[in-house]
C-alpha cells in the first residue's frame, strides 16, 4: 500500500515539475535566428569544422563560361558609379544599387523551369533540440510563388564584418537547407562590403559537418567581378541541370 502512494506522489511530483516548467517557460526548445546566430552557438548545436582544401572548388572557379563584351561593359560601368561608395553604403543601399543589379544581370528566374530569386526568404528548419528560423537575405529557389527547394544562398550585405559576422549565419542557412533537402553538398556565399567569399557545405553525418571557404574576390576589381559572376553563372546552370534532371 506503501509503494502505491509513493508512487502516485511520484507522478504528482512529476505533474508539477512539468507545469512549472511551462509556467517559467525552462520547456520551450531553443530558437535561433539566421541574423544573430554565432560560432560558439553553431559549435553548440552541431559538429562543424573547417576544411581548408580549396581543390574542391576547382570546377566551379575554373568553369569555361564565357562572358561577352556588353557584360564587361556593364561590370565596370557598375564599379565606376559605386566604388567610392561601397564601404560606406548602408546594407540597402549596397544591395540596391551594386548587388542586386548583378544578381538582376545573371538572371535566375526561370518561368519555364519554376525558379527565381527571393529576397527576405523565411526559413524554418525544426528538430526536437532547436528550431533554426528567420530571414534568408537572398536565396535561389525553386518556385515562382513560393520557395519549394532552395538551392543558393546569398548572405548579408553587411558593409564589414564590424556589424555582423555573415559566416555562421550563411552556414546556419546551408545546413538548414541542406536538412529540408535531404542533400549532402549545397553552395552559398557571403558578402562584407565589396567582398564576397564564396562557400560549399558538406553533411558528414547527422549533426556533424565540413565548410569550405574560397578566397575573397574584390568586387571593385574587374577581373574579380569577371570571376564573381561568371561563378554566379556557373551556379545557374547547375541549378537548371539539376532540376532538369
Not at 10 to 28: N, P, R, S, Y
Not at 118 to 143: A, H, R, W
Request: hydrophobic share 40%; aromatic share 14%.
Amino acid at each position: 500500500m506503501n509503494s502505491e502512494i509513493e508512487l502516485k506522489l511520484l507522478k504528482e511530483i512529476e505533474e508539477l515539475k512539468k507545469q512549472v516548467a511551462i509556467l517559467t517557460g525552462k520547456d520551450k526548445i531553443p530558437i535561433y535566428q539566421y541574423s544573430k546566430i554565432r560560432d560558439t552557438e553553431l559549435k553548440k548545436l552541431f559538429e562543424i569544422e573547417p576544411n581548408l582544401d580549396k581543390q574542391i572548388f576547382f570546377k566551379w572557379f575554373n568553369n569555361r563560361i564565357e562572358i561577352d563584351k556588353s557584360v564587361e561593359v556593364f561590370l565596370n560601368d557598375l564599379i565606376a558609379e559605386n566604388e567610392s561608395l561601397i564601404e560606406r553604403y548602408s546594407e540597402e543601399d549596397l544591395k540596391i544599387n551594386f548587388i542586386a543589379p548583378i544578381l538582376n544581370k545573371v538572371k535566375f528566374k526561370s518561368f519555364d523551369k519554376k525558379i527565381r530569386d527571393f529576397y527576405e526568404l523565411p526559413m524554418t528548419y525544426k528538430t526536437s533540440q532547436f528550431i533554426l528560423n528567420g530571414t534568408c537575405d537572398f536565396v535561389v529557389s525553386e518556385g515562382l510563388v513560393e520557395s519549394k527547394k532552395p538551392y543558393f544562398f546569398i548572405q548579408e550585405f553587411k558593409r564589414n564584418e564590424e556589424y555582423g559576422n555573415p559566416r555562421p549565419q550563411l552556414l546556419a542557412e546551408l545546413i538548414s537547407a541542406v536538412e529540408l533537402n535531404d542533400w549532402q553538398f549545397i553552395k552559398g556565399a557571403y558578402i562584407t562590403g565589396g567582398n564576397w567569399h564564396f562557400v560549399i557545405l558538406e553533411k558528414l553525418e547527422r549533426h556533424k559537418y565540413q565548410y569550405f571557404i574560397s578566397q575573397q574576390f574584390d568586387s571593385t576589381k574587374i577581373e574579380d567581378l569577371k570571376a564573381i559572376y561568371k561563378n554566379l553563372l556557373f551556379v545557374k546552370n547547375e541549378i537548371l541541370t539539376m532540376i532538369e534532371a
